[in-house]
């Protein structure tokens, strides 16, 4: 059953979200190269802990991580450790935080000090995507038309959509109905309707779309060794255009989508 918020519910949810973008932006501008995983999730704890909130991951299914990072053959899910990010990495940020009996929920692929072309047009192309799918997020239309707007513009680029892994809606808990996968699924095509809560969340791979579980149980990497990346927002479904509830106002004009 999908949940409808409230309007007390949205005004709690949208202080959650903004702590969610506040934390992912700081995160994302104090990766360099020469830090490790453990140091990145560290200063995400303090960020969120700053703001009077509390990691959504951390100890959700025993998840041992403030944040999930995931460097580049890293889909989703990668533990924080000793690994030291060097330049031309890309790490996947992901950010859940817990404020307000709301969960906040996005991530984002950024370059540690710079990146390939190939790399570069990987996450350009899965942000891109991910703004396709928010587009579609209007009342009366299905999660379909998320989940096809996001399919077409990965593949029409050459890359690939992961299909183990898709979006949520989101609210109280962390996942919630519906589901919305990244590719055309009819099994998962719920009425999209006004309050209606939901993270949407490209996983797309320059290679091939099969994925595997490592050895710590947790870490989702591309079978093929090919890069990954990972953008997510919070959005709300209202009863004109989708409102980006992660999304802070210092990055509101950055990106256009034709």
């Given amino acids: 059953m999908i949940i409808l918020k409230s309007g007390r519910d949205l005004d709690a949810m949208r202080a959650a979200c903004e702590v969610a973008g506040a934390v992912l932006e700081a995160v994302a501008a104090f990766v360099r190269p020469g830090l490790t995983t453990r140091q990145v999730d560290e200063f995400a704890a303090a960020q969120i802990k700053s703001r009077g909130a509390r990691s959504a991951f951390l100890g959700y299914r025993k998840y041992p991580c403030h944040t999930c990072l995931s460097v580049n053959d890293e889909v989703v899910h990668g533990l924080a450790n000793e690994r030291e990010l060097r330049f031309g990495d890309i790490v ?3 950010v859940g935080v817990y404020y307000r009996g709301f969960i906040g929920d996005t991530a984002r692929t950024v370059a540690v000090g710079g990146c390939g072309v190939a790399a570069q047009r990987l996450m350009d192309v899965t942000e891109q995507a991910l703004h396709l799918g928010i587009a579609a997020a209007l009342p009366d239309n299905r999660v379909t038309d998320i989940s096809r707007a996001i399919q077409h513009h ?15 809606g989101v609210g ?5 109905e519906p589901q919305v996968p990244n590719f055309v699924d009819r ?6 309707r006004p309050g209606t809560t939901i993270a949407i969340e490209p996983m797309v791979n320059a290679g ?3 994925v595997k579980i490592l050895k710590d149980g947790w870490t989702v990497v591309t079978q093929d060794g090919s ?3 990972h953008f997510e927002h919070t959005v709300l479904v209202t009863g004109g255009e989708p409102e980006i509830l992660t999304w802070p106002e210092t990055r509101l004009s950055k990106l256009k989508v034709a």
């Fill in 208 to 210: 091939r779309p099969e």
């Fill in 92 to 94: 996947s940020v992901d």
């Fill in 154 to 168: 990965v593949e029409s680029n050459g890359f690939s959509v992961v299909r183990e892994f898709v979006g949520h």
């Fill in 187 to 192: 099994k998962m095509n719920q009425r999209l």
């Fill in 227 to 229: 890069l990954s990346a």
């Fill in 172 to 176: 109280r808990t962390m996942h919630e």
